[in-house]
């Protein structure tokens, strides 16, 4: 079953613009996490925000989250070509043994020059 | 430092048939985690190893089985391949410290197509 939902599901900018990207779930979470993927290929951890944590900046990217909407946002500012990808968030599923990330159906993102 | 490794890049397989798919970890994990993402959707937790035992499993049948080596490096190993399992295979590994299992880096996965 998948827990995080991304929104839009495919989103169409010009480079320089900004893109926000959408992430809801549905249990309590210590976490949440976005990762990248580039064409089929294996994934990219881009940041982790904690549930104490209501905004974290890396680079050009700012995360939010509302643990009260149960919601988070990835911003990416002044994109480039180089940004076109899908995007992923991801909450944690642990008991005692391990933990497992559960992922959305991630954002399609294009950029173009 | 090399990342998470996994071999094959893609394989094509007949229903019915057996398929191994192997992980390499990031160097210093311990942990490694398998996951299936078909085309279009996000990847689905397979299941997770630790300590050469399966530490826990997301909602896939017994045909799909792993292993953890003493070196980390780990194994998924899908029986009878129905058409439903063509997929990007990801591996993920990550280190437990303090009782806590920190990120989880990917590997570039395997691309399986069953005929």
């Known amino acids: 079953s998948q827990q995080g939902e991304e929104d839009p599901q495919a989103l169409s900018i010009q480079e320089g613009e900004n893109a926000t990207m959408n992430c809801s779930y549905k249990?309590?979470?210590?976490?949440l996490q976005w990762y990248r993927q580039n064409s089929g290929r294996g994934l990219v951890h881009l940041i982790l925000?904690?549930?104490?944590?209501r905004e974290k900046h890396s680079g050009r990217l700012r995360v939010t989250l509302d643990t009260s909407k149960k919601s988070s946002s990835l911003l990416i500012t002044a994109s480039r070509a180089a940004d076109t990808a899908s995007y992923f968030c991801?909450?944690?599923?642990?008991?005692?043994?391990?933990?497992?990330?559960?992922f959305g159906k991630g954002t399609t993102l294009s950029v173009s020059s | 430092d090399a990342g998470v490794t996994q071999s094959p890049t893609h394989l094509i397989k007949t229903r019915g048939q057996q398929v191994t798919l192997r992980c390499s970890p990031k160097?210093?994990?311990?942990?490694v985690s398998w996951y299936q993402q078909a085309l279009g959707q996000g990847p689905q937790f397979i299941f997770q190893?630790?300590?050469?035992?399966?530490?826990q499993r997301g909602n896939f049948p017994d045909r799909f089985s792993g292993h953890q080596f003493p070196n980390y490096s780990s194994e998924l190993n899908v029986n009878a391949l129905l058409l439903g399992d063509s997929a990007l295979y990801l591996c993920?590994?990550?280190?437990?410290?303090?009782?806590?299992?920190?990120?989880?880096?990917f590997g570039p996965g395997t691309r399986l197509l069953v005929l």
């Open positions: 249990t309590s979470i210590n976490n």
């Open positions: 993920a590994s990550s280190l437990v410290s303090g009782g806590r299992q920190e990120t989880q880096y």
């Open positions: 925000i904690r549930s104490n944590e």
């Open positions: 160097s210093g994990h311990d942990t």
């Open positions: 190893y630790y300590e050469e035992e399966e530490r």
């Open positions: 991801a909450t944690e599923k642990a008991n005692q043994a391990g933990t497992a990330l559960i």
